[in-house]
Nanobody
Framework: VQLQASGGGLVQAGGSLRLSCAAS????????INWYRQAPGKQREWVAV???????NYADSVKGRFTISRDNAKNTVYLQMNSLKPEDTAVYLC?????????WGQGTQVTVSS
């Protein structure tokens, strides 16, 4: 499984961005796809998850502002981020899990200016 994250950029506080995570390869094996983020000098933080049946869950820090969704026809997972805050600034990474392995994409930078 290969993952390609995109959609990051620079946005003002209160703005929105939509991240994409395109999966290729043996995508039928994927059980869940997560978004994580890592800010400079901080530990990697889990952000959101969508499972193969469409169940979603969010970190408290983004609940109500971020929405994760998936387009199975395009093998792509999206993270719609609204009401962005400076503390959302980080490299955002997508992660896929199957029964045996974790797979990681390369990350996309999100910078929120105050």
């Amino acid at each position: 499984v290969q993952l390609q994250a995109s959609g990051g950029g620079l946005v003002q506080a209160g703005g929105s961005l939509r991240l994409s995570c395109a999966a290729s390869g043996s995508t039928y094996r994927i059980n869940v796809i997560n978004w994580y983020r890592q800010a400079p000098g901080k530990q990697r933080e889990w952000v959101a998850v969508v499972s193969s049946d469409g169940t979603t869950n969010y970190a408290d820090s983004v609940k109500g502002r971020f929405t994760i969704s998936r387009d199975n026809a395009k093998n792509t997972v999206y993270l719609q981020m609204n009401s962005l805050k400076p503390e959302d600034t980080a490299v955002y990474l997508c992660n896929a899990e199957d029964t045996w392995f974790d797979y990681w994409g390369q990350g996309t930078q999100v910078t929120v200016s105050s």
